[in-house]
């Protein structure tokens, strides 16, 4: 499957984005989905997770609360709406898939597909 990011952009502190992630294929409702980000000098980090009916999600700490994810199978497309934004929610957002019917949305390793990124900056 390919994954396009989408929907990034420049906001100041406390505003909002969404992105989007589209994907290709007819087996889009077979992949467990996450949103991975990775700012300047720093590792990747879990964001979000959303289960393949969309019926689970799980976030990370700092994001709960401001951050929803949300999935669309017929649409081939997963959500990421950011609101509250900080200045260090700046980074590279990815999209990823991940094949098998996990739980485990924050391990890395488990997805085997990812999108190019999407630059999301928030200037205080």
């Known amino acids: 499957v390919q994954l396009q990011a989408s929907g990034g952009g420049s906001v100041q502190a406390g505003g909002s984005l969404r992105l989007s992630c589209a994907a290709s294929?007819?087996?889009?409702?077979?992949?467990?989905m996450g949103w991975f980000r990775q700012a300047p000098g720093k590792l990747r980090e879990f964001v979000a997770g959303?289960?393949?009916?969309?019926?689970?999600?799980d976030y990370a700490d700092s994001m709960k609360g401001r951050f929803t994810i949300s999935r669309d199978n017929a649409e081939n497309t997963v959500y990421l709406q950011m609101n509250s934004l900080k200045p260090e929610d700046t980074a590279v957002y990815y999209c990823?898939?991940?094949?098998?019917?996990?739980?485990?949305?924050?391990?890395?390793?488990?997805?085997?597909?990812w999108g190019h990124g999407t630059q999301v900056t928030v200037s205080s």
């Open positions: 990823a898939a991940d094949g098998t019917p996990s739980y485990s949305f924050r391990s890395e390793s488990r997805y085997d597909y």
């Open positions: 959303i289960s393949r009916g969309g019926r689970v999600t």
């Open positions: 294929g007819h087996t889009f409702g077979t992949y467990t």
